[in-house]
């Protein structure tokens, strides 16, 4: 059962366009991190959020931490194909181990 | 390559038989992680170490699954008679606890076990 949901779990979409990735739990978290996770690879850490509504951005990606640390978005802007993959949010509480959410599998269409 | 790395990348066994997965974490990283993920979903916990000491373990775990890290450096997991359910991606990831909230975990390329 997997606590973190995330929507949509299918985006496809033009080069060039911008899409917004949610990541929503019922659960607080002291942090939250999303990873990219290609084919037959595991998943690679992107970013690190640990307070309340605080928001980093990395190059074209914005990632932002919801004020109650339940949820959490990404947001990329201008896609290149170069986004295609999985994007996973991970919960963090306690000791260390991860709570994934379900996945976005992104599809940028050149 | 210093990062994690996982042996073999690919399994393919037959139902009943018994497999066993090596993971190498990344040199004195102190803490050693394995998770499962099925085909369109987001790996799930399965158990940690810190050093050779396993501090916790999933009820995703059931008694057919074992792991050890008998020196705190390599880990194995071992799954005796293997089951279809047991069909997925096994990770392992390491990290160094430092003191910090969040200490970042670096995962390997993953097996890839099918049970026919």
């Known amino acids: 059962t997997q606590l973190l949901e995330q929507s949509p779990q299918f985006l496809s979409i033009q080069e060039g366009e911008n899409l917004t990735v949610y990541c929503n739990s019922s659960?607080?978290?002291?942090?939250l991190q999303w990873y990219r996770q290609e084919p037959g690879e595991g998943p690679v850490l992107l970013v690190t959020?640990?307070?309340?509504?605080e928001v980093k951005k990395l190059k074209r990606l914005t990632f932002q931490f919801g004020d109650a640390r339940k949820d959490s978005s990404l947001h990329i802007t201008a896609a290149q194909t170069g986004d295609t993959g999985l994007y996973l949010c991970a919960g963090v509480r306690g000791n260390e181990k991860l709570t994934f959410g379900t996945g976005t599998r992104l599809t940028i269409i050149p | 390559d210093t990062g994690v790395s996982q042996d073999p990348r690919h399994k393919i066994t037959k139902r009943g038989q018994n497999v066993t997965f090596r993971c190498d974490p990344i040199s004195e990283h102190n803490r050693l992680y394995w998770y499962r993920q099925t085909l369109g979903q987001g790996p799930e916990f399965l158990t940690y170490?810190?050093?050779?000491?396993?501090?916790?373990k999933s009820r995703l775990l059931s008694d057919r699954f074992s792991a050890e890290r008998p020196k705190g450096s390599f880990s194995t997991l071992e799954i005796q008679r293997t089951e279809q359910g047991d069909s997925a991606m096994y990770l392992c990831?390491?990290?160094?606890?430092?003191?910090?909230?969040?200490?970042?975990?670096?995962f390997g390329p993953g097996t890839r076990l099918t049970v026919l």
């Open positions: 990831a390491s990290s160094l606890l430092a003191g910090r909230d969040t200490d970042t975990q670096y």
């Open positions: 170490f810190q050093n050779e000491a396993q501090l916790e």
């Open positions: 959020v640990v307070t309340g509504g």
């Open positions: 659960s607080v978290f002291s942090s």
